[in-house]
Nanobody, 115 residues
Framework: VRLVESGGGLVQPGGSLRLSCAAAGFTFSSYTMSWYRQAPGKEREWVAGITSTGGTTNYADAVKGRFTISRDNANNIVFLQMNSLKPEDTAVYYC?????????WGQGTQVTVSS
């Protein structure tokens, strides 16, 4: 199993970024995928999740209405579109899949929201 995030960077408050997570080594279209984040000095927290077909999505209250999770099962990618970014969104963002009863994580991508 391999998960590789990309798309992070430095953005001003109010700006947007789209994160991608490319998956390999398992039947991507069969599994729910999630995004988490970890800010400096804080525990890792769940951000959003999407079911295998993309039919159901869920969000943490802190990002609801600003972030959108989606997936492309033909290309084994899960996305996180982040709009109206705030300084408190600054964190390392990770994608996660629970595959064969085990959690697999990517290496993370840094998102910094600052003027």
């Amino acid at each position: 199993v391999r998960l590789v995030e990309s798309g992070g960077g430095l953005v001003q408050p109010g700006g947007s970024l789209r994160l991608s997570c490319a998956a390999a080594g398992f039947t991507f279209s069969s599994y729910t995928m999630s995004w988490y984040r970890q800010a400096p000095g804080k525990e890792r927290e769940w951000v959003a999740g999407i079911t295998s077909t993309g039919g159901t999505t869920n969000y943490a209250d802190a990002v609801k209405g600003r972030f959108t999770i989606s997936r492309d099962n033909a290309n084994n990618i899960v996305f996180l579109q982040m709009n109206s970014l705030k300084p408190e969104d600054t964190a390392v963002y990770y994608c996660k899949g629970r595959i064969w009863a085990r959690d697999y994580w990517g290496q993370g991508t840094q998102v910094t929201v600052s003027s």
